[in-house]
């Protein structure tokens, strides 16, 4: 699991919609379907 995404973590903002820390790695895409999450979708620009 990358350190950004334990350093960061996510949260359940609504039902069914958690925000968080982007997965870095297989571990924490792992992590994210483990926990129910089937989809992802990045919201940061290209230069951040």
């Known amino acids: 699991m990358s350190h950004w995404f334990d350093e960061y973590g996510r949260g359940e903002v609504a039902p069914g919609l958690i925000t968080g820390a982007h997965p870095q790695d297989a571990a924490d895409v792992a992590r994210l379907r483990a ?13 951040e």
């Open 35 to 47: 926990e129910g999450v089937t989809h992802v979708v990045n919201l940061c620009g290209d230069e």
